[in-house]
């Protein structure tokens, strides 16, 4: 959503970005109807991301073959082209950089405002598939094969939960700090983790992860 209220929608199949602006309260004559336009399609098949800056552009990210797009009223040009199968999500860092999560490198790169970027993170997962960013200024990132949290501050990153579940697809941060996410089948609060630790579900034992060290997730050892 916008600054001024206009929501907009990435959709799939046709990798297209939809602008949709709600009806004022005040105008009787067009009750009840909201006023709906593409302003974005490309070559790709699927939008899986969007940012919406204050000055009402919109960065879109594609899949397959993802490419990050920037789209001011309704032209639009290619703003970074990372050269990975997917874009699984896109955010904007308190600089002002785009920070995206990908896959099948299982990376994250970030991206400033002249649309130059590089990789700063890569794990041992396939995909990266969410992301958040902190008051602080640091990302949170989840994978989508072995469901670890990490957490990338100026290039270093570390385990910050190893969940037993397979996809972290959300995390967020409430106003005290701490961090949720939820996973593939359940959610957990990150401050609660020691005294309730996560278990496998019954009858769903988490495969054993190859080349994973141990004790990575104490440690706090950089990848990068």
């Known amino acids: ?23 004022s309260p005040a105008d009787t004559k067009n ?14 098949l699927d939008v899986y991301a969007l940012v919406v800056r204050d000055n009402g552009d919109v960065f879109a990210a594609t899949s397959p073959d ?10 639009s040009s290619e703003f970074f082209n990372p050269g990975e199968k997917f874009i699984w999500d896109l955010k904007e860092d308190i600089t ?28 041992e997962d396939t995909h990266i598939i969410s992301l ?27 385990v910050l939960f190893d969940s037993p579940f397979e996809e972290i697809r959300g995390i967020c941060e409430d106003k005290e700090g ?23 579900l019954p009858g769903k034992q988490k495969k054993k992860k190859e080349n994973q060290p141990s004790k990575r997730s104490k440690s706090g050892q950089s990848f990068i």
């Open 1 to 23: 959503m916008s600054a001024n209220g206009d929501i907009y929608i990435g959709s799939g199949h046709k990798a297209s970005v939809y602008k949709i602006k709600p009806n």
């Open 31 to 44: 009750k009840g109807k909201n006023k709906t336009e593409e302003i974005f399609s490309s070559d790709e």
């Open 66 to 75: 993802g490419k990050i797009y920037k789209i001011s009223g309704k032209k």
């Open 96 to 123: 002002g950089n785009l920070v995206c999560a990908v896959g099948n490198s299982g990376g994250v790169y970030r991206i400033d405002k002249s649309g130059n970027g590089s990789m700063i993170f890569t794990s």
């Open 132 to 158: 958040h960013i902190t008051r602080s200024n640091s990302i949170l990132a989840g994978s989508g094969d072995r469901g670890i949290l990490y957490r990338i501050d100026n290039r270093k990153a570390k």
């Open 178 to 200: 701490n961090i949720y996410f939820s996973a593939t089948k359940g959610i957990a609060k990150q401050s609660e983790l020691k005294t309730n630790p996560m278990q496998p």
